[in-house]
């Protein structure tokens, strides 16, 4: 049986705010990465892995989007994503439905040729287009590349993912698996916490604000007794200004971001959580290389 295993890397890029992390969730079946109506969501690679026993293992990267960088942070997450397509065995490329190819889209048609790899199109968000239209929308990008497969998607409702599972196990090179049966991502629990207060962020926040924010788990302690666990974190933004929004009036902002982050926190963990949470300005962090690196954006690290 071992021999028929096959097992590999599968990167998942596209422009920002395509869905990416939602599939990625929805194919594991868990919800790891972050997700939010806002772009840039996510900065960091996040790897999960999908266990099949009778057919093996896919490990998931799920990427920044590939977008113009406008700082140093958006440069180190395009950097992030672009170089997920070096140590990969299938790329999967998720587009909007639509038959718009831009600027964005012959960029990511370089890489993918430059690559050389297994490219999996997959056109996300059908739900939200005719059926009829589909038919077009392959068609359009069928003449930009010449894809080994073209799935659409619907990652929110879940349409047509087990197609994506079967193409990926088809490009897979034979091999053991890499990790345990049951690991399911190697995000340490404390980024995963920081990630959830950022969500919540984004969650409650309007535009412009929520860009500029970074979460810093200060500490994270399991009590003695009990099943309780103390957390502390802060919210990094860029100004002042943004600092009062985030409080809100009489804290009611930071509450509500807070009370909804322990919620989702205290099912991740599986124990009471008691969050406290602090508002910090670090003006223009994003373009200074140290704060950067101190908040988990590290270069040397992708
Ligand atoms: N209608 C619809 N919305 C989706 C679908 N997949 C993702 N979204 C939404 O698109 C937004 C961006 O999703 P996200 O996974 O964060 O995108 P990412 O930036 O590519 O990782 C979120 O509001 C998702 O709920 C889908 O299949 N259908
Ligand atoms: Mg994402």
Redesign the pocket.
Known sequence: MEENMKSGFVTII?R????????MNQLIGQKI?I???K????RNRIQTVYTDNSRGQIVFL?TP?IHQAKNKLGEYMVHVAENSLRDVDVILW?VEPSNYVGAGEQHIVKQLEKAKLPVILII?????VEREKILEYIDTYRKIYDFDEIIP?????GTNLSDVIDSIYKYLPYGPMFYDEDTVTDQPKRQIVAEIIREKSLHALEEEVPHGIAVVIESMKDRKKGNMTDIEATIVCERESHKGIIIGKGGAMLKKIGSNARFEIERLLERKVNLKLWVKVKKDWRDSDSLMKNFGYRKEDV
């Open positions: 596209g920002p705010n395509v869905g990416k992390s939602t599939l990465a997700t939010s109506k772009p840039q969501t996510t799920d989007g998720l996300n968000k059908i739900d939200t998607v619907s990652a929110l409702r």
